[in-house]
């Protein structure tokens, strides 16, 4: 009985700190997507700064969290997640905090940078622990993960905008941070409590796996689909797409905001909706890819061709959320890498795709700011907006890149839950 207990009690534990976690990882998703987009306006109002002053700021995040993905993914394999979670989320809380105490743009871009070199701790680490802890179905816990930590995302829009509303950005952003910290001090806690797994000293920091990840085409096609489809995606949602339902299809701010919501809503459930259907469907994968190379075109070609034809209408956010359907693909496109590379290599793909999804974004949130830019905006009261030029030279080029998804789609192998 009393073995029974120390297992359950262990195992409470093991519970309890990937909980917290998780948590800082919904609370970094909260960071990754509010900051430019949800407050768009309030900021350029605030800093009296053009398009790509704004953007940049999500860049600023973007670049640092998708540069350490390559760092990240070897720290893991040598001190465990948990260590590097912890070292991570001290980082990310003292950006969170630093944000909103900023008094200048030099310290603003400065604390983002901060804020995701922090964030990009959470999402590996968790990954390696889900790995490590529910060897038989980890793909469903990860799709759970995955699933909480979008729904920060979720969090990041309409509540977040009606949070800004009631007590100020600066107030909300102090809030957000603040629990972030708790979350912070109770995963510690519980870790303390923990024996740790010992630090693989054998496991050599090197960069020569992915050079050895790099030489096998698929992986190369896989990462240009998976990387694309999403940098497109969570640009609409974390820097340009509120604005744009604000500016071009004169929606309210509210009603954009849960737009937005309602696209991160869609995205969490259906990626665990991915990893049911494929699991219950002999573990097909390709299929998956390329109904999302299809729709990504599709939504990206349609927005173009409304923004063409001047058609300003809120019906625009229906394309959004049909796009958020195959926006989160991870369940579907970690275990084809698990499947299609040699085990000592899985971890190095993974840590490599992470990185392709991020600097997608970053790319894709520069090009935003600079292409609306080409344009000069129409002053509103204290808001300035883009017009339709602006907007067609975006989603021009978006559609453009999107013709690169759904190529990447159809040169995905089919494995069927199998190591080839």
Not at 2 to 15: M, Y
Not at 69 to 85: A, E, S
Not at 103 to 131: C, N, Q, V
Not at 391 to 418: C, D, K, N, P
Request: hydrophobic share 50%; charged share 10%; glycine share 10%.
């Amino acid at each position: 009985m009393k073995n029974a207990g120390s297992i359950s009690s262990t195992g409470l534990r093991l519970g309890g700190m990937l909980l917290c976690g998780t948590v800082l990882y919904f609370f970094a998703n909260v960071q990754r997507v509010a900051i430019p987009g949800a407050v768009f306006n309030l900021l350029q109002e605030q800093w009296n700064v053009s398009a790509p002053y704004i953007t940049g700021l999500g860049s600023a995040f973007m670049y640092v969290y998708a540069l350490n993905q390559l760092f990240i993914g070897l720290l893991v394999d040598r001190y465990g997640g948990v260590r590097v979670i912890a070292a991570g989320a001290l980082l990310f809380c003292t950006g969170s905090i630093l944000f909103p105490l900023s008094d200048s743009l030099g310290l603003l871009y400065f604390s983002r940078a901060l804020t995701g070199l922090g964030a990009s701790a959470l999402y590996l680490s968790l990954i390696k622990e889900t790995m490590r802890l529910f060897e038989r179905n980890y793909n469903i816990v990860l799709a759970l993960i995955i699933m909480i930590g979008y729904a920060g995302g979720i969090m990041a829009n309409a509540p977040f905008v009606a949070g800004v509303e009631a007590i100020g950005l600066r107030k909300m952003l102090l809030l957000t941070g603040g629990v972030s910290i708790l979350f912070y001090l109770l995963f510690l806690g519980t870790g303390a409590t923990m024996k740790l797994p010992r630090i693989r000293r054998d496991v050599p920091v090197s960069f020569r796996k992915f050079g050895t990840v790099l030489k096998c085409r698929h992986n190369r096609d896989l990462f240009l689909f998976s990387g694309v489809n999403f940098g497109l995606y969570y640009v609409l949602q974390t820097v340009i797409g509120k604005k744009f339902l604000e500016d071009f299809c004169a929606m309210e701010s509210e009603s954009a905001a849960w737009v937005l919501s309602l696209m991160g809503m869609i995205s969490a459930l259906s990626g665990v909706l991915f990893a049911v259907v494929s699991r219950m469907t002999g573990n097909r994968r390709r299929v998956f890819c390329r109904l999302a190379g299809i729709l990504c075109s599709a939504v990206m070609f349609s927005v173009t061709a409304m923004v063409f034809f001047n058609l300003r209408t809120p019906a625009t956010a229906f394309l959004f959320c049909l796009f958020s359907l195959t926006a989160s693909m991870s369940s579907i496109t970690i275990p084809l890498l698990r499947e299609t590379n040699p085990e000592d290599d899985t971890g190095a793909a993974i840590c490599f795709m992470n990185f392709s999804f991020y600097l997608s974004v970053a790319i894709f949130g520069n090009l935003a700011g600079i292409l609306i830019n080409l344009f000069p905006p129409i002053q509103n009261g204290t808001v300035l907006v883009y017009g339709k030029n602006s907007y067609l030279a975006l989603f021009a080029v978006m559609t453009l890149f999107a013709l690169a998804v759904i190529y990447g789609s159809f040169r995905m192998r089919e494995t069927m839950g199998r190591k080839i």
